[in-house]
């Protein structure tokens, strides 16, 4: 195997999930190896030239994880991103998307943070956990993943933060990136980035368990019930419309009621595409929610634009400053428009 940097450090924080999981006397898998156990089933990472450490900062299925886990990793990440290379992160795949995408959020520094998981467990044939975490400690090595904030690696394949889903139940190629594809393959042992992202999207807080976002997909046939039940609960919603957001007519009196209260984020529930701006008119449609005071997600599918939304709100900002953000995290607006600093690559 070819190797990246020689000399380079890694730290890699184990969270549990699948990837850790072991058989248990009552039936199934559960989380039980710890971070030292997964490395010491990956092939080739003696041979790969990086020095490695590693912490157990969780050991749970990836969706008993919290907002506070996640926030309590990026603030123990950055004190030691000044002594390493980069740092990698094994998690349950259930909430990788999320997980990566707050991370992101909340990273500043130029080092790489990868993510990475396995869909099969290692008390299966063709368990992926070992592959899977040399590709992530690779891609953190790599000088070539500076500056590009958090990254999930899976498959050999290079993946933004801000677009990976996780689009099948059990498939090894689960996660995929509806809005622009792969940002680059690992091969013969190599990161390799044939896009790159142009700016960066950092918030200056942690979102609290406390802030309370819900997502709401749009049904056929929905009269609004939900949203008007939720309506006294919730900080802020996330609807997932129709297509390229739209809604049942009877749907718009409780989101035009909801709005004037919180923020409402408007996106679609496909998962890939933009949410339009002025294609349609009836009532129920995207420009006729937007002019309702509901703020577009753009290409942020709803549990990206829940992740944000969380985040956004814990900085206490404005309407305003939260459908400027969105505009900009959102892919629709320029980018210089985010509220807060963008250029990271003069950092440690």
């Known amino acids: 195997m070819t190797t990246v940097e020689t000399g380079s450090r890694v730290i890699v924080y184990a969270l549990g999930g699948t990837i850790a999981m072991s058989s248990t006397l009552s039936g199934g898998v559960a989380p039980a190896l710890s971070a030292h156990d997964l490395l010491a089933a990956v092939p080739g990472l003696a041979e790969s030239g990086v020095t490695v450490e590693v912490q157990d900062f969780r050991r749970v299925p ?17 004190e030691r991103l000044t002594d390493v290379d980069g740092a990698v992160i094994t998690q349950g795949t259930d909430t990788i998307e999320e997980a990566a995408y707050l991370l992101d959020l909340l990273h500043a520094g130029p080092q790489p943070i990868i993510v990475t998981g396995a869909m099969r467990a290692p008390t299966l044939a063709g368990a992926d956990g070992p ?35 996780k689009t099948h139940t059990t498939s090894p190629a689960t996660f995929q990136s509806p809005n622009g594809g792969p940002l680059g393959y690992l091969v013969e042992g190599r990161p390799r980035l044939l896009n790159r992202l ?23 046939g929905d009269d609004g019930t939900t949203v008007r039940l939720l309506g006294d609960h919730v900080d802020g919603l996330v609807l997932a419309g129709f297509g390229a957001g739209h809604v049942p007519s009877d749907l718009v009196p409780a989101l035009e009621t909801l709005c004037a209260r919180v923020p409402v984020v408007l996106s679609s529930r496909t998962g890939g595409g933009s949410v339009l701006a002025a294609t349609y008119g009836f009532p129920g449609s995207e420009r006729d929610l937007l002019a309702r005071g509901l703020i577009s997600a753009g290409y942020l599918d709803p549990y990206k634009a829940r ?10 900002c404005d309407h305003s400053t939260i459908a400027t953000a ?12 985010w509220p807060w600093p963008t250029d990271f690559s003069q950092g440690n």
């Open 326 to 337: 969105f505009g900009a995290a959102g892919g629709i607006a320029d980018p210089g428009t």
């Open 198 to 220: 142009t700016h960066r999207t950092v918030v200056p807080a942690e979102p609290a368990d406390s802030i309370r976002v819900a997502v709401v997909p749009v049904a056929l």
């Open 62 to 78: 990836g969706a008993s994880l919290t907002l506070s886990d996640i926030s309590a990793l990026a603030t123990a990440i950055s």
């Open 307 to 316: 992740i944000l939304l969380l985040t956004l709100l814990a900085t206490g």
């Open 131 to 165: 592959a899977n975490i040399l590709a992530a400690i690779l891609t953190a090595a790599s000088p070539h993943a500076r500056n590009q904030g958090v990254l999930v690696v899976f498959g050999d394949e290079i993946h933004a933060a801000r677009r990976v889903r």
